[in-house]
């Protein structure tokens, strides 16, 4: 552009130099083409950096949006994280109470009994014990029945007797 009005103003210097009222209207006018164009092309670069300047802003506030966004997220971590230690810790808490709670009560229990260190414990439920547990409720069960079966026959005995006139 600046190339442009120093052409403009290099090719009127070839003006005659009788008529200087010509040629200094030439130069006013060449100067008021190039105040046009300078004032033209300042218009045009402020245009483009307010649209730049509003599209920054733009961005600067869905920036800030994500930002505000990230950190309620990591809030929201950072009282789960806090929350699961408190949980852990309580767990741990009571788990070293009831342990402390069981040795108490091993304690009062060989305290009253000496022997039962070394006895078993019978409540203790191994496979072996477990099936020998199941055998005998299967014996127990037999047994119930055929007592079951006997009570039925005498009942039905004794019914089929008063029905005979036998008594």
Known sequence: MREVATERLMGSSRVDAGRPAES??????????????LRALAGDRLRRLDARAVAAADRH??????L??????????????????LRTARRQE?????????????????????????????RVHTPELQAAARARMYQLGTALMYVGGLAVLWV????????LGLR
């Open 24 to 37: 200094l209207g030439q130069i006013i006018s060449i100067l008021g083409a190039r105040r046009r164009d």
């Open 61 to 66: 506030v869905e920036m800030e949006a994500r």
């Open 68 to 85: 505000a966004s990230v950190e309620g997220h990591l809030e929201q971590l950072d009282q789960a994280r806090q929350a699961h230690t």
């Open 94 to 122: 009571r788990i070293a109470r009831l342990k402390q709670q069981v040795e108490i009560l091993r304690a009062r229990a060989g305290a009253r009994d000496p022997g039962a260190e070394s006895r078993p414990d019978p």
């Open 156 to 163: 039905v005995l004794l019914e089929l007797g008063l029905a």
